[in-house]
């Protein structure tokens, strides 16, 4: 199995262990002090038995130890076997010293270095209140010990540490020995490193107080980029300015040449206006040239801030990841495969906010890959490839993104397979779906609805499918889903994220007369284009862009705003949107120009508005819609018409042939009932049996319904027979037949599939909208 | 507390200073007295020839000179958003979320009247209302449960009624008026 990566959890263990030896440290100390505090030694037990506890979670079975030999003498004390004495304190201080060094170093080498045996024994000869070894021998004999432990003090001698074979220990410290305060110099020194240094290792802050700052710095930036923006303005300004002064000295040879007669007064103005002039404009090519530098200054110094304070929120990815082996193990149980997590780049840092959001979707993909990447194992062995299937999970850094690649070696997705189950539930015509590259049929797994599962159950086909995922992607985390297989061999999924949530670049862009901003990652080329390119096919504008065709849409009536007429532009602007193998042009008014943006809420009142993902503020305060790739693209493609819905696909099939027929065959009488009601309420005609048996001899007499709802456990014939029966009829294997049933043991599911059901749906899950929507899902 | 007059003029900032002072007044006496548990602090309005209130813990600041950023695909009643201090606050116009009859739909140029921000621990948006009135304390018990004569649409953003100078005003319910949009996709 995997290997469980515990580095994050030893970070929590370290942050929590700090503050327990600190209180256990200091409750020693008080101790001294009163000896006989009977809830002082309460809260100092209760202390050493969480250390004890969480250490042995994050696999640290030293500490545990360690923890557990203090609390055996502490027991004995609270106890009044045993008289608290100054010799104790030494110990436990030399303990607490131990578990810290050890806490610190946990997963290094250097790990090693410290006095773990030393500490044990000594802390093993105080419980057994300095008796002789034996005693103390058979005193831990009571308690299960870890096994690493179990090495029995090998001297009669416990106090004397350096008796103890103990390569790592070159420490000299005989003389040393009898006294129980060992340290010798080099643990002395040791104590002090730590000291000073765990004064500057962390602080612990609270994250809001985090964002909170985060939302300062992006002011800052925000600042800044008006800062960027005055540059342009000054520049702008001192151009004009140089023109102007060129345009007086024409204007000043004129005035010499028609004023024979110069007078001194004419002369006078024009050497005090060619003096204010040339200095305006010195002055103002300065002041540009300064700011420009004090802006780019501080714009290094702002990127600085900006990164730093964005790195507070870094967190590991292996935060998230490490939930997954068991996850996968559940999984792969459910699915009855066998199945192989590898975690790669589990270092990886990501924003605390993607990292709370990247869970569900990975979760998504690796149950998709589970359940239809990975292959029985015996499909598996047959193929040449080993019984066990892999999934792997790795992460990486590439430049402001992260990429999380999501691989499995399973059967690849099958264009073919794709394509039929497309033209099958109307998303494409057949003609359509031969014209499809396999590379863009792949990309059909992301329509709304798609499910290629030649069986639905509750687990994967309810309707979260590859699209679901694809969308929270884009829109909640601005980042890209994208497939890509090798039929046969297997499947990579690659999620590619932003770095952080709070500020992206985007293309700023006018439309009716008002500015919005559009994320620069979805835009594949901005162009502007003449007139005479934009073709009509089949009334649809489209332009063809590097060999293919791209569908257009005003931006504007997507939007739904008023716009004035384009006819006067010779170049109109377009932007094009790729997303997921689809391309939309997208017909502006204007381009203003791309820009780093700081993306914020559009408030608590609109928690979600078609096409807008949120505003920025701009330098001058001005507030300017984000819009929404993923909203922007279904509508336009619905304006386009390019939408491979239904409505096009249906049109090539016969017309409506009147309400559809299910065939219900259930022996109780409620439920038969209950079903009927619901199909009959959603304008189903149904038809009923009170066995497979009774509902096998209608079929056969050409009943010819839409989809059999069959319970499992009947009398004559069980749903299962009947299924069996249906789908190795060649008259009747069209029909799809949902079993229904209260049988949830996964070998029952199992029966079911076998037995050719498209859908199987527990009885305990049941309810009217689930039953409903297969069926939809099944006949259309 | 006055009543005062109900059809003052335009609001000029030193009575927003004034209201705003007298609802601190307000607020800070509902804790002080023990008499004032019993009275209700409402902030009248008007929106076409109606006079109206929201209750005054609802209400965060009023909110002037603002420049509203339109937003595509939105309800008719939401104006769009504002930038209140780096907090981005969307804005609705009373009179067509209720379908009173109203001055609050003008022309693009037309300057907006002020603005009420209110709040609940949900949301928060800006109102655009026709005029401000007066903060008023009214006692608890003197208000009725809102005419059974409303339209339907208005009932439901009318939480009850009470009479001031013999004049029927309506209180706004501000949890209805502050159900989050687009909250179920």
């Known amino acids: 199995m995997v290997e469980f990566d515990r580095s994050a959890f030893i970070a929590k263990f370290q942050e929590e262990a700090t503050d327990l030896l600190q209180r256990l440290n200091e409750g020693i100390i008080s101790l001294e002090a009163d000896p006989s505090n009977r809830p002082l030694i309460d809260q100092w037990l209760r202390d050493a038995h969480t250390l004890k506890g969480s250490s042995r979670m994050v696999g640290l079975m030293e500490v545990s130890d360690v923890a557990h030999r203090m609390e055996d003498v502490m027991v004995k004390v609270r106890d009044g076997e045993m008289a608290y004495t100054a010799d104790m304190t030494d110990t436990f201080f030399e303990a607490l010293d131990t578990v810290l060094f050890l806490a610190e170093h946990a997963g290094k080498e250097s790990a090693a270095e410290a006095d773990f045996e030393g500490v044990t024994s000594r802390l093993a000869a105080l419980a057994a209140g300095g008796a002789p070894a034996a005693a103390a021998v058979a005193a831990r004999g009571d308690e299960p010990q870890p096994t690493r432990l179990q090495t029995p003090v090998s001297t009669a001698e416990p106090l004397q540490a350096g008796a103890l074979p103990d390569e790592h220990d070159d420490q000299p410290d005989d003389e040393s020995a009898c006294d129980a305060r060992t340290p010798g110099t080099r643990q002395e020194a040791q104590r002090e490193e730590k000291l000073t240094s765990r004064e500057q290792t962390t602080v612990r802050i609270r994250t809001t107080q985090v964002d909170r700052l985060l939302n300062l710095v992006s002011e800052v930036v925000i600042a800044q980029i008006k800062a960027g923006q005055r540059v342009r303005d000054l520049r702008a300004s001192a151009a004009r300015s140089t023109e102007a002064l060129q345009t007086w000295a024409r204007v000043k040879t004129l005035l010499t040449m028609l004023a024979e007669d110069q007078s001194a007064a004419l002369d006078v103005d024009i050497r005090a206006l060619d003096e204010v002039l040339l200095s305006q404009r010195t002055e103002l090519a300065m002041l540009a040239k300064d700011y420009a530098d004090d802006t780019s200054r501080t714009s290094t110094v702002v990127g600085d801030l900006q990164e730093q304070a964005m790195e507070l929120r870094m967190l590991p990815v292996s935060t998230v990841f490490n939930t997954f082996p068991r996850a996968m193990r559940d999984l792969a149980r459910q699915y009855r495969k066998d199945v192989d997590l590898v975690i790669e780049g ?140 090798d039929f046969g061999r297997g499947s990579t999924f690659r999620l590619t994220i932003p770095l952080t949530l709070a500020i992206i670049r985007a293309l700023l862009l006018r439309v009716g007369g008002q500015t919005f901003a559009l994320p620069t990652s979805s835009i594949e080329e901005t162009a502007r284009v003449e007139r005479s390119e934009i073709i009509k096919v089949e009334g649809r504008e489209v332009i063809r862009r590097q060999r293919r065709t791209v569908p257009l849409v005003h931006l504007r009536d997507i939007l739904g705003v008023e716009s004035g007429a384009d006819d006067g532009v010779s170049k109109i602007p377009i932007a094009t949107l790729g997303f997921s193998g689809h391309r939309i042009g997208l017909i502006v008014d204007e381009f203003v120009g791309e820009q780093q943006i700081v993306i914020k809420t559009l408030g608590t009142h609109l928690k979600r508005v078609d096409n807008v993902a949120g505003v920025t503020i701009l330098g001058a305060g001005e507030v300017v819609p984000i819009l929404n790739v993923p909203d922007l693209m279904a509508n336009g493609r619905q304006l386009t018409g390019v939408r491979m819905r239904r409505q096009g696909a249906t049109k090539e099939k016969p017309v409506e042939k009147g309400p559809s027929r299910v065939l219900i065959c259930e022996d109780s009488f409620t439920t038969r009932e209950l079903e009927r009601s619901i199909f009959e309420a959603a304008g189903y005609e149904v038809e009923t049996a009170t066995d497979g048996a009774q509902g096998l001899a209608k079929l056969r007499e050409g009943l010819n319904p839409d989809a059999v709802v069959t319970d499992v456990q009947m009398p004559n014939m069980t749903g299962f027979e009947l299924t069996r029966a249906i789908k190795s009829d060649d008259a009747l294997k069209g029909i799809p037949v949902i079993i229904v049933t209260s049988l949830e043991r996964d070998e029952e599911k199992a029966e079911g599939i076998n037995a050719g059901a498209d859908a199987y749906i527990t009885k305990s899950v049941f309810n009217q909208d689930t039953l409903l929507d297969t069926v939809e899902r099944l006949i259309r | 507390m006055t009543s005062g007059e109900l059809g003052a003029g335009s609001i000029a900032n030193v009575q927003v200073a004034e209201v705003l002072r007298r609802r601190a007044e307000s607020l800070a006496q509902i804790q002080d007295e023990e008499t004032s548990r019993d009275t209700r602090g409402l902030l009248l309005f008007r929106l076409g020839e109606e006079w109206y209130a929201f209750p005054i813990e609802g209400v965060r600041e009023i909110y002037n000179d603002y420049l509203i950023t339109r937003i595509p695909r939105v309800p008719d009643y939401i104006f769009g958003v504002v930038n209140v201090r780096g907090e981005i606050v969307s804005v609705t116009d009373l009179g067509t979320m209720m379908r009173v009859p109203s001055r609050t739909q003008r022309g693009p140029d037309e300057e907006l009247p002020s603005a009420i921000i209110v709040a609940n621990d949900r949301c928060v948006t800006a109102i655009v209302i026709d005029e401000i009135g007066d903060i008023v304390e009214v006692p608890r018990e003197s208000v009725e449960p809102a005419l059974s004569t409303l339209d339907k649409t208005q009932a439901e953003y009318v939480a009850g009624s009470v009479y001031i100078e013999g004049r029927l005003i309506g209180i706004v319910n501000l949890d209805k008026v502050l159900e989050p949009i687009g909250d179920n996709a």
Request: proline share 3%.
């Open chain 1, 346 to 485: 589990g270092d990886t840092e990501l924003d605390k906010k993607v990292l709370e959001e990247i869970n569900d979707p990975l979760v998504h993909i690796m149950r998709n890959a589970v359940d239809h990447g990975i292959e029985p194992s015996a499909e598996r062995v047959a193929a040449g490839k080993p019984a066990k299937g892999t999934i792997t999970l790795a992460a990486r850094q590439e430049g402001d993104h992260i990429v999380i690649d999501i691989s499995d070696d399973g059967g690849g997705i099958d264009p073919a397979k794709v394509k039929a189950a497309a033209v099958r539930k109307g998303y494409l015509s057949e003609a359509e779906a031969r014209s499809l590259s396999d590379r863009e049929a792949r990309y059909l797994i992301f329509e709304k609805g798609f499910s290629t599962a030649a069986i639905i159950t509750e687990i994967s086909g309810r309707g979260v499918g590859m699209d679901v995922v694809r969308e929270f992607v884009v829109e909640r985390l601005k980042g890209a889903l994208d497939v890509e297989s």
